[in-house]
Structure formats: C-alpha cells, structure tokens
C-alpha cells in the first residue's frame, strides 16, 4: 500500500507540470491584458507595471520564473489585488471554501446515503418514487436557480436566514450556501446508493445471511451498505475537490470570500497569477482526494489488491 501511495504521488508530479504550464501559456495566448482599461495608462507608468511584473520579458522567461517560483511555493504577487500577494489571498480564503465545501459533503454524504438507502428497501413504492423525484429535480434545476429561489424565499420574503456575507462563518450564514450547494450532490448519491443498494440486497452473501435468521438493521448495515458504497466512494473523489475547493456561482451569489469567487474576479480581471494559483491548488485537490478515494476502496472491497 505504502509503495502503490508513493507511486501515485511521484507519477503526480508529471500530471501538475502539464496542468501548470498549458494553464500558464493558455492565459498569455488569450487577448488582452491584466492592466488593460478602458483609459489606457500612460506608457512609463504601463512600461514600470511590466517591469515590476516581470511581463517585460519573453514568454519562456516568463515560464521559467513562474516555475521556480512555484516550486518555492511562491504563487506571486496579485495583478489585480495589490496590496496582497496571492499566497495571502488564498491563506484567507481557503480555509472558507473547505469549511462550506466540507459541510456540503457531509450534508450530502448522509442524507443523500439516506435516502438512497429508504429507495432502495422501498423499491418501486411511494418512498422509492418521492426520492427519485426528488433526485431528478436535484440534477436538473442547476445552483444559479436554486440559490436565488431559497434566497428570496427564506431570506426576503421569511427573513429568517441572511441572504448573503459569511459572517465569520456563523451558523445562519453558512445555511443556505450549504444547502444550496449541497442539494445536486444529495441527488447524485441518492440515485447512486439506490441503484447499488438493490443489486447488493439481491447478491448470494446477502441471501445467506437472510437464511441465517440476521436482523434487517444488519443485513442492511454490515453486509449490504458496505458493498453497496464502492459506487459512491468512487463518485466522491472529484465530487470532494469540487467541493472544497469552492463553487464559482455559490460563493459568488452569496458573496462568500472563498477561492472560487477569487477564481472568477481573476478571470475577469485577467489576473494571471490568482487564476494560475487556483487552477494548482484545484489540480492538486483532485489528486489527492482521488488518491483518498482508491484507499478507501481497498479498505472497503478486500478484492482489490495494490501489488
């Protein structure tokens, strides 16, 4: 197991080398510029921003710097945030993306195995019905819906949540974001757990153990729930990476100072080295929770073996 980790992470080290540097020559080949405006500045004052960026040089020197600085763990200085480097940005913001994006999984991973799990003990009844469609309309009805619906109802019209601003994490700001964010990933493995819950009901070991006189809470739990999890262990790898590392429309609808609202204020303000450092931390985060994830496939299924 120890050599399959290590082998994983040293054959990641490739995979982050291409992320990085097709990211890097993909934001350069795009037109424009981070301090391009409306009212272009005036050459010296536009000259001395490219020197103190270092984007008075080639391309590849560019690469190169930016590389070195990286590997220093150096995302460098903001273009568009200057009075904060981008290592600052993210040491704010980060830790708020994986404390939403946390909630969410957790929120997801039990209600979502819940109702799955009724579904598929219920199959074809009232309760199997309700909960497909309500996983139905989870997939369908995309965020950007969801988050001004419960805003306008809870927040506006109820006033009982507040409809925007993290509060310092406070439990009433953090509801609805939460909640919002969490409701597709409840679909998904609802309908995940459903659909491997019923074949593993119907499997021989599960049979044997009904022949053996064991309780439903049993049968269900210990012996049925285990296999019947693999399909959302493997689902939960880039779902976890999403997640924790912030939504784009969430935190941007809610005004969450995560990473994903950086994300799109360096996009749109051709921030190149605040995109950059989110597409690394986002690449890596997907790595590692995939890495997570095939662990704890092993440990689940004794059939797969890392030799």
Known sequence: MVRYI???????????????????????????????????LEAKVMENLNKMYNLDKSLWEQYIIYMKNVLQGDFGPSFFFRDFSINELFAQS?????????????????VGGIMGVSAAIKQNRGVDYAVMTAATLGVTIPN?????????????????LPVGGWGGGAFVNVILPVV????????VIARLTRGSMIEALRSNHVRTARAYGLSGYTIIVVH???????PVVSYMGPAAAALLTGSVVIETIFGIPGIGRYFVQGALNRDYTLVMGTVVVVACF????????DVLYAALDPRVRFD
Do not use: H
Not at 180 to 187: D, E, F, G, K, Y
Not at 224 to 230: E, M
């Open 6 to 40: 290590l082998g994983r992470l040293l054959s990641a080290i490739p995979t982050l080398f291409l992320i990085i540097t097709i990211s890097f020559f993909l934001m350069r080949v795009a037109p424009g510029g981070p301090f391009d405006l409306e009212r272009p």
């Open 94 to 110: 980060l830790p708020i993306s994986i404390q939403l994006g946390l909630s969410a999984l957790t929120l997801a991973l039990i």
């Open 144 to 160: 950007f819906v969801v988050a001004p619906c419960l805003t306008l109802f809870l927040g506006v019209y109820l006033g009982w």
């Open 286 to 293: 997907v790595i590692i929770f995939n890495l997570i994830v």
């Open 180 to 187: 919002t964010l969490a409701l597709p990933q409840i679909a």
């Open 224 to 230: 049925a729930l285990r296999g019947a999890i693999l």
